[in-house]
Structure formats: C-alpha cells, structure tokens
C-alpha cells in the first residue's frame, strides 16, 4: 500500500533542512511506497497566504494522508500551523512522528540549538500532550540515521495508528 505523508515544519526557518528529509535516497528509492504532498518554495507559499489561505491547504494537501511527519527545529515548537497540523493528524487518526533535525546544516551551513518537541506542546481534546502517546515516535535525524530509517520510521507511524 503506497503511503501519502504530510511533512510539519516551520517554514521559513527549517524548509531548507527538511528538503533534505523529504529527497534522502530512501523516499526516493521508494517512490512506489510513497508519496509526499507538494512542498511549497517561498513564492507559492506566499501566494496561497494571499488567495487560498493556508488552513485550506493544509486540509486539502492533507486528504487521504496516512502520516504527518513533524520535522522540528529550534523555532517549530511555537508555529501556530505545525500545531494546527498535529491536532488534526491526531484529531483524525493518523500516524505522527516527530524528527529532530538538530546538527543538519542550513544552506549557508549553519545549525541551529535543538528546539522543543512540538509533540510536547501540542495537546489532544482533553488537554493530554501529544508526547505521551506511545504510538506517535521521536527521532534525531542525524544520530538515528534518519537518511536510512525514515521509511521504516513512516511505516510504523502508519501501523501504530492502523492505517
């Protein structure tokens, strides 16, 4: 069953890196096992800010997906639509994983602090933190060996939620 993923990220901040993520050889080698949803470059990204309107989106792009992927940073934690996106990843029963991207370098080959887990700050309709879900995942993309795992990372995020 091929798997659609929704990556989660800070945009301006962390786009950079999780291009990286989503082009690893493994998703690539995969591409009969997976497919992502459009990643946006900074023009169509502000396009859809002025006309469509980015909840829509999300919901849109969302559709028929079996995981979101939260690639988190220093800054992730505190957007207001990575924590929309997990609400509704969880809201609506899908797998969520979580990965760091501590050490991964920027364009201009800066690395950022580790941030907080968005996982942590995102809470479910009763107030419980999406962290202590045993069935939603964490892992450092570069001490994990993410490049190798994340497709194995993403198939287990499906299972454990049952899709």
């Given at each position: 069953?091929?798997?659609?993923?929704?990556?989660?990220?800070?945009?301006?901040?962390?786009?950079?890196?999780?291009s990286q993520i989503?082009?690893?050889?493994?998703?690539?080698?995969?591409?009969?096992?997976?497919?992502?949803?459009?990643?946006?470059?900074?023009?169509?990204?502000?396009?859809?800010?002025?006309?469509?309107?980015?909840?829509?989106?999300?919901?849109?792009?969302?559709?028929?997906?079996?995981?979101?992927?939260?690639?988190?940073?220093?800054?992730?934690?505190?957007?207001?639509?990575?924590?929309?996106?997990?609400?509704?990843?969880?809201?609506?029963?899908?797998?969520?994983?979580?990965?760091?991207?501590?050490?991964?370098?920027?364009?201009?080959?800066?690395?950022?602090?580790?941030?907080?887990?968005?996982?942590?700050?995102?809470?479910?309709?009763?107030?419980?933190?999406?962290?202590?879900?045993?069935?939603?995942?964490?892992?450092?993309?570069?001490?994990?060996?993410?490049?190798?795992?994340?497709?194995?990372?993403?198939?287990?995020?499906?299972?454990?939620?049952?899709?």
């Amino acid at each position: 069953m091929k798997r659609k993923v929704f990556f989660s990220f800070h945009y301006a901040r962390d786009s950079h890196r999780v291009s990286q993520i989503r082009n690893c050889q493994i998703i690539e080698s995969n591409s009969g096992k997976f497919e992502r949803t459009p990643f946006l470059d900074r023009a169509a990204f502000e396009q859809i800010k002025r006309t469509k309107g980015v909840q829509k989106w999300i919901d849109e792009n969302m559709l028929n997906t079996s995981v979101v992927v939260v690639c988190y940073g220093y800054e992730t934690a505190q957007r207001p639509w990575v924590k929309y996106e997990l609400e509704k990843a969880h809201r609506e029963g899908r797998g969520i994983l979580a990965i760091n991207t501590n050490g991964m370098k920027t364009m201009q080959g800066f690395t950022d602090p580790s941030g907080t887990n968005p996982l942590i700050k995102t809470t479910d309709g009763f107030g419980k933190s999406l962290f202590l879900y045993d069935k939603y995942r964490t892992y450092l993309w570069i001490n994990d060996n993410g490049r190798m795992n994340i497709g194995d990372w993403i198939e287990s995020a499906a299972k454990l939620s049952g899709r």
